[in-house]
């Protein structure tokens, strides 16, 4: 079955820079890239998707980018500010309804003012 | 909208006892998760049930089982619940259909302590 690796699981970065999370699948056959934003108390939300007929799709200040051959994609978000933090999360995923889906460990993301 | 609904959001229960926790959704989808949340390992699915009347196994569901009682509901129960079963338990649902099957919707997580 699928497998994800998430990294780093902490990460720190100061207010306006930009900050990267990596992600690892195992399935070849996984065809959809969701990542999810909790934030403290709540239910994880999806804040972007990638589907791999295309290697990289932007959302203002947050992108993702992936590369099939390596089985790995990534999610970018630049200018960081201070309500981006909160724990991420990368899945992976046959496009279909039936499908399971499987997450990563988690990113514990903090924004240094 | 109401979204994703669970019950409780709080419970302790002491080891061996049974409990079930609820979960209902008004957004008219067709697939519905449950997962666990423990600190360091992510979310974890439990079981899941992509359509009305079926149910299948996830990554860890040793301990647990579900039933989906119709369209909109979808319960986990615990038969005998064990220390290793604390964790935060989140419903999830998805709308399934050939277009559009992509985003999952989390209701707001049920915290349950055994001790």
């Known amino acids: 079955g699928e497998n994800v690796e998430q990294h780093p699981s902490t990460l720190s970065v100061q207010e306006g820079d930009s900050a990267v999370i990596k992600c690892t699948y195992s399935?070849?056959?996984?065809?959809?890239f969701p990542w999810y934003k909790q934030e403290l108390g709540k239910g994880p939300q999806l804040i972007i998707d990638?589907?791999?007929?295309?290697g990289e799709k932007k959302d203002q200040r947050i992108a993702v980018t992936l590369n099939k051959t390596a089985k790995h994609f990534s999610l970018h978000i630049t200018e960081t500010q201070p309500e981006d933090s909160a724990v991420y999360f990368c899945?992976?995923?046959?496009?279909?309804?039936?499908?399971?889906?499987?997450f990563g460990s988690g990113t514990r993301l903090s924004i240094r003012p | 909208n109401a979204g994703v609904t669970q019950t409780p959001k709080f419970q302790v229960l002491k080891t061996g006892q049974s409990m079930t926790l609820q979960c209902a959704q008004d957004?008219?989808?067709?697939?519905m998760y449950w997962y666990r949340q423990d600190p360091g390992m992510g979310l974890r699915l439990i079981y899941y049930?992509?359509?009305?009347?079926?149910?299948d196994k996830g990554e860890v569901p040793n301990g647990y089982n579900v039933s989906r009682l119709n369209k909109r509901e979808f319960s986990l129960r615990l038969e005998s619940a064990a220390p290793s079963q604390t964790s935060v338990y989140f419903c999830?649902?998805?709308?399934?259909?050939?277009?559009?099957?992509?985003?999952?919707?989390f209701g707001e997580g049920s915290r349950l302590t055994v001790l």
């Open positions: 899945a992976a995923t046959r496009y279909s309804s039936a499908s399971k889906i499987i």
């Open positions: 049930s992509a359509s009305e009347g079926t149910t």
């Open positions: 399935d070849s056959a996984s065809n959809y």
């Open positions: 999830a649902s998805r709308k399934g259909l050939a277009r559009n099957t992509g985003e999952l919707f």
């Open positions: 990638i589907r791999s007929n295309v």
């Open positions: 957004m008219n989808h067709n697939s």
